[in-house]
């Protein structure tokens, strides 16, 4: 699911986060410019009725001291808002004379607005905490009874934003509400769209990789096939191309199979008239060495047929294991290499063997077929590790498997290869002759065993390339 998450993840950078950057942004500004709508309306709506009650007290009110303070109590005394406003009249040095709530007279407020509107003969207003109580309240004061240019009194509204300040958290509540169904529509919505992208795209690459593992013929499934869409396209291309690889694979087989039936005949023929004409008696040296060389080549070619066979049985499903119980796999791998080291000798190849003195277990397997695989490495070890003049076999007990190894001195396989050459067909940068199947069969072989077959080069200071059989005691 790399791709899946990969591609979740660039959504969640790429449009997700934008758009919930977005979302936040838009609805602090909304839930910004809703507080500062609603404060201005409140300081509006305080300046506007102070500034026409200081109006009154200028026109109407003497200045008087007498007539001033008798006015300025009779009117907070029956200030009809006193339920939701503050009231207070204040002399010319900010001192409170009188309030509608009657218990602030003989104190000064410290808030900026009553010095602003004495210093600056104009309405002032004043929002934020009270210094006295810590009350988040709104103040406006204003100038009144003008004497010769001096301010004689101060007006002053006082409101607590309490009320305010919930309204507008409520306000920011219903807002953030609002995002979070549109961060969450944009998810699910988004979510919607990644599956239809992702289900599909990790279907395709499941199928590719079958496919792409010998799988022919491995088919997307229908659902992801029926859209009309570039992904819908893809699959079905998929299904088309893969039905296509099975049945030449098929194809191929089967031609494999045929060419190798028809020259098993003609080969038999030939290595036997071959081998009856070299016992025949006195003939003339050269062409011994001609019969010679035909029998070697007559058996190479009888050796890639049967190659041929067993991969063939092994494409169709034909390629069967006749095991036995209780196999002495340590008799099987000496008689092997006793067989083979003759032939080697005479290719100036020393094969040597390292016995353990550990008891190897005798194990379940075919031993024809094992002897078949000790055989094509050893093969695959004279022809292209021969020059190195020497071959090294061990059998040894692991922990639950028995463990035999094929150790050359040649040049080994440049490390790039080393993961292809087990693949069929596959001969690398080598020159030496083969069909490139033998060690595909000895896969197969081992694998059907429940074993392992792993190449790599040798790592003991000398070259040369390390071949190790695992195979389940």
Known sequence: MKHASGIRHRWLVNNVSIMALLVVAVVSAAALMVAGYYYNMMRSGLEAKLKYTADFFESYVSASDETFYSSIYRYTQDFD????LELEFLDGEGEILASSFGLA???????????????????????????????????????????RGAVTGVMRYVTSMRLADRQCLA????????????????????????????????????????????????????????????????????????????????????????????????????????????????????????????????????????????????????????????????GVFEDTIFMYSNRLRQDGIELSYQDTDEDVPEISCDPERLKQVFLNILDNAAKYGGEGGKIVCAIEPGDGEVVLTFRDFGPGIPEDELPLVKKKFYKGSSKARGSGIGLAVCEEIVSMHGGTLDIENADDGDPGLLVTVHLPA
Not at 81 to 84: A, G
């Open 81 to 84: 808002e006193k339920d939701r």
């Open 105 to 147: 007279a003989g104190t000064r407020p410290k808030t900026g607005d009553v010095k602003g509107a004495i210093e600056n003969m104009e309405i002032t207003m004043f929002n934020g905490r009270d210094p006295d109580t810590g009350e988040h309240i709104m103040a406006v004061s204003a100038p009144v009874a003008y004497d």
């Open 171 to 330: 306000l920011a509540g219903v807002a953030v509400a609002v995002a979070a169904l549109m961060l969450l529509l944009i998810w699910f919505t988004g979510l919607y769209f990644i599956h239809s992208i992702v289900d599909p795209v990790a279907e395709i690459t499941a199928t590719t990789k079958r496919i792409a593992a010998g799988g022919y013929g491995a088919q997307i499934q229908k659902k992801f096939t029926e859209g009309q869409d570039e992904i819908g396209e893809l699959a079905k291309s998929i299904n088309d191309l893969s039905l296509q690889i099975s049945q030449t694979e098929k194809m191929q087989s089967e031609f494999l199979s045929s060419v190798s039936h028809e020259l098993r005949t003609p080969l038999t023929a030939i290595s036997g008239w071959g081998e009856t004409l070299l016992g025949s008696g006195q003939m003339d040296p050269d062409i011994r060495r001609g019969l010679t060389t035909m029998l070697s080549e007559t058996r190479r070619l009888t050796s890639l047929v049967e190659e041929l066979l067993e991969f063939s049985r092994i494409q169709d499903g034909r390629f069967k294991l006749n095991v036995e119980e209780q196999v002495d796999l340590r």
